[in-house]
């Protein structure tokens, strides 16, 4: 199995989202994992603020040189920030998908959703199983 | 992916860390490290990519040359040993059969390369078409093939070869040995950037392969997969047949008229293509940069006004260019460049400008080169 880096603090969803409680609101992003099976990124779409989410709504895409991505919410909420960051510097998920590369803030959320979500060893285990 | 061919450099793509994906029935590498990092090795130091999912396709007998003659879009008997031709080889209503290069190897004897997704087509084809004693052979699983591409492609060549590849002209090719391998060489490349194809045994395949990086990483040579090739062809504006290419496509709609002769001559679906001509076509290929941000990709909607007027055939993000770049069929009266028109991505329209292709201008400094119809790298796959 390649290397992936899975930090300790944060949720993850089986679309290979991860989730960062920030206190007020939550981050969100895409894994490790993700990126590295996306490839060169080179655009990313991402909603208004303001825009309401449901868990499960794709809410943008994410391109690479060679597909195009959904990204889905792993979690239910209002959209308080994107990253605005990547309309320039989409690069910058490759480079560092847990801090820069964050996509997008969601606020009201449910905290039984965030409970939801599968923990960094659970995640470890979900993509073993897909990378043989 | 066990039930897909593998190429003899398999393993090599393996210990190298490829990611292999399907391609055309092939696990083939479509990135080691990353794709731009790959096209950026290509047009400042060199790559090399294993092509051996190419066909070819040989002919060797009396009636070889005339068999040629009367598949290619430009005349075979011309063609000296030692002599490379790019054309089209076309259906009796003028569509693209597949597009291929020919390599003449004596007197009477020839071969073709052909696009992995159509060998057993052509193969079929070739024969159907074929005059008697033409000795036409499908040489495709005894053959690797690799293409070495970018400026730093002649040192690396010189540095394990027997010959002086230097001296090799465009669109030309020599037997040399390569790594210590019986190997054909050609001044050839579907990148855009001066380069060499190379053709040796399947046997002999992974060895040319890990030699040929091993020597050339001192020149910056990286090995290269199909994502690089991709977006290298696509800066290049060369068509991937499948895209720009197909059975009901015409290569003048395609805009290859330098490689289609049709003043007296006869070869398959010559009637219809002047016919084509002669009636006006009702699209053609152009080139365009997106104006916004975004990525066109093909099978999107070109859109003026609101009203869809032709497709996007093939695009992508330009890592020389650092925009978005894409073919597109359309009208004949907007492809010419300075027009504008609109992209629908996921809905939304994004004006493109239609420019002069190729996308990018790479130099290829070399000996002897010569100007005019063979001044475009081959085209296949």
Not at chain 2, 133 to 147: I, K, L, P, Y
Not at chain 2, 193 to 199: K, L, R, T
């Amino acid at each position: 199995m390649a290397d992936y880096e899975i930090p300790g603090d944060l949720r993850f969803s089986r679309e290979d989202e991860w989730v960062r409680d920030d206190g007020e609101q939550f981050l969100v992003g895409i894994s490790d994992y993700a990126q590295q099976q996306l490839g060169d990124i080179v655009f990313v779409e991402l909603p208004e603020v303001g825009t309401s989410l449901a868990r499960g709504d794709s809410f943008g895409v994410i391109e690479s040189v060679k597909a195009v991505s959904e990204l889905y919410a792993p979690i239910s909420g209002k959209l308080v920030a994107i990253n605005g960051d990547l309309e320039e510097r989409p690069e910058i998920v490759n480079e560092n998908c847990y801090v820069d590369g964050w996509l997008i803030a969601i606020g009201d959320v449910d905290p039984s959703e965030i409970e939801m979500l599968l923990d960094a060893d659970a995640y470890r285990r979900y993509v073993a199983d897909r990378d043989e | 992916m066990a039930s897909l061919k593998r190429t003899p450099a398999h393993i090599a793509h393996v210990r190298r860390g490829a990611r292999m994906v399907e391609f055309a029935g092939f696990e083939m590498p479509v990135q080691y490290t990353s794709i731009r990092e790959e096209h950026t090795a290509v047009r400042e130091a060199a790559g090399l990519f294993d092509v051996s999912h190419m066909g070819q396709i040989g002919f060797d007998g009396p009636t070889a040359i005339e068999t040629a003659d009367r598949l290619l879009t430009r005349p075979v008997a011309s063609l000296r040993p030692g002599g490379i031709r790019y054309g089209l080889l076309c259906n009796e209503q003028g569509g693209v059969v597949d597009d291929v290069t020919f390599f003449r190897l004596a007197e009477t004897a020839l071969f073709m390369v052909v696009n992995a997704s159509n060998v057993e087509k052509v193969y079929r084809w070739a024969v159907r078409n074929s005059a008697a004693d033409a000795g036409v052979r499908n040489t495709s699983e005894e053959t690797a093939m690799f293409a070495l591409q970018g400026p730093a492609s002649v040192a690396v060549m010189q540095a394990v070869s027997s010959g002086p590849a230097a001296e090799m002209r465009r669109y030309q090719f020599d037997r040399l040995e390569v790594a210590g391998c019986d190997a054909l060489v050609s001044r050839t490349g579907y990148t855009g950037s001066d380069g060499f194809e190379i053709f040796t045994g399947a046997g002999d395949g992974e060895r040319v392969f890990e030699t040929l990086l091993d020597s050339g990483a001192a020149h910056g040579l990286v090995p290269a997969g199909l994502g690089a090739r991709d977006t290298l062809r696509l800066e290049a504006a060369l068509p991937l047949y499948g895209h720009e290419l197909d059975e009901t496509t015409s290569p003048l709609e395609a805009g290859l008229d330098r490689f289609v002769k049709l003043e007296g001559r006869d070869f398959i679906g010559a009637d219809a293509i002047r016919r084509r001509r002669d009636e006006g076509h009702d699209r053609a290929l152009a080139g365009f940069v997106l104006d916004g941000r975004g990525v066109a990709r093909a099978d999107y909607p070109v859109a003026v006004d609101g009203e869809t007027v032709g497709v996007v055939t093939s695009g992508g993000p330009s890592p020389t260019l650092g925009r978005s770049i894409g073919l597109a069929y359309v009208p004949p009266s907007l492809a010419i460049a300075g027009n504008r028109f609109d992209v629908m991505i996921r809905g939304r329209a994004t004006p493109a400008t239609v420019v002069e292709t190729p996308f990018v201008q790479v130099g290829t400094a070399r000996p002897n080169e010569r100007t005019g119809p063979e001044r475009r790298p081959r085209a296949t796959d």
